[in-house]
């Protein structure tokens, strides 16, 4: 759920570019290790431990944290399996993870997920990451941390092709198990949160609620049905499902690398700016968020069988944020739980 950022050239463009949400992602460099005498292929050392971890589910986690050395290697892991090949659907957002050399699935299910930071986040290990390591998935990728909502579905007027044919163009191609999405967190956070807020002076509540009603009855909830009804009209009964994040904590941590601050605070400065305190800030999030995950509610009762809200206001506790907008590395694998047991419910 982090705030904007430049976006990769192509296909769309980011309305700002001041404030960075997080550290930029290495070059996706294949590595080429020399052939044994023998000529048999080279074994990737960094993905043969990580596979061996994941097999035996041997993840150490301190405060729901791994280490960098093992956010690393399934970093690495995820990459030696996929992201040196080129996508299906040429596109300058496309990643895959679990595919071979080829640009083809290695004998796994798959899955395409857009989205925003909880699907693409740099420091730690995504959710999508998960899916693929605990739940052997391939996936093709389109997120990008720091996409807002309006980004991933409408574009760039002067993009050549809508964000929604690239999504069309590759279920067909790879026809999924699912579409994973995760959009509309970077539209109430940082500046954008502003205009929610009523100043403490002004004798008014903390939340502009008619505001906040229009942005998700409205605004949020017809660029749901702009990507629902696109895939209807192209016959994609691949089913959609999507979060609606969690209670956040507003306490002004952000993203920090040693001593420096990548990303953030995205909450807690402007309640801040409104001289809002502790406390009011809290429940306003929440009824944000209780907002947002009752417009996906009723989205799904609307598409009945293609679009299936996943609810994460109960698996996630205070203590499993680390920043104001994204958990630990132990609730994005506790998540990534939730999603493949909607899957599941949806396929079956």
């Not at 992201?83 to 679990?98: I, K, N, Y």
């Not at 979060?243 to 420096?260: E, F, K, M, Q, T």
């Not at 944020?321 to 994005?332: F, P, R, T």
Request: glycine share 8%; proline share 9%.
């Amino acid at each position: 759920m982090a705030k904007k950022s430049s976006r990769r050239a192509g296909r769309r463009v980011a309305k700002k570019r001041s404030s960075p949400r997080g550290p930029a992602r290495p070059p996706r460099v294949k590595p080429s290790p020399a052939r044994p005498a023998s000529g048999e292929p080279p074994k990737r050392a960094s993905t043969r431990s990580a596979a061996a971890r994941e097999s035996s589910g041997a993840f150490a986690f301190t405060g729901g944290l791994l280490s960098p050395e093992a956010v690393r290697d399934i970093k690495l892991s995820c990459k030696a399996s996929s992201w040196a090949s080129p996508p299906a659907v040429p596109s300058p957002r496309a990643r895959t993870l679990g595919y071979d050399d080829t640009g083809e699935p290695t004998h796994r299910p798959i899955i395409v997920a857009e989205g925003d930071s909880w699907f693409d986040y740099p420091p730690g290990v995504d959710i999508l990451n998960w899916m693929h390591v605990d739940h052997g998935y391939s996936v093709q990728q389109f997120s990008h941390y720091g996409d807002t909502l309006e980004n991933m579905i409408y574009g760039e007027p002067a993009a050549p092709t809508k964000p929604t044919d690239f999504l069309i163009r590759t279920i067909e191609h790879h026809h999924p198990r699912a579409f994973l999405f995760s959009g509309g967190g970077n539209d109430v956070a940082g500046p954008e949160l502003r205009p929610f807020l009523n100043h403490a002076q002004s004798g008014l509540p903390p939340l502009r609620l008619d505001y906040a009603e229009q942005v998700f009855n409205e605004n949020v909830r017809r660029a749901y049905e702009h990507l629902l009804d696109a895939f209807q009209g192209a016959n994609i009964t691949t089913p959609v499902l999507a979060h609606g994040y969690a209670y956040p904590v507003p306490d002004g941590r952000s993203v920090n690398l040693l001593i420096w601050r990548i990303a953030g605070p995205w909450l807690r400065p402007y309640f801040d700016e409104k001289q809002w305190g502790r406390r009011e800030a809290s429940q306003t999030m929440r009824t944000l968020i209780d907002m947002f995950n009752e417009m996906l509610a009723g989205l799904e009762s609307d598409y009945p069988g293609r679009f299936h809200h996943v609810d994460l206001r109960g698996e996630v506790r205070d203590a499993d944020w680390v920043n104001e907008l994204h958990v630990n590395d132990k609730c994005y694998r506790r998540i990534a739980r939730r999603f493949e047991e909607a899957i599941q419910g949806a396929i079956n």
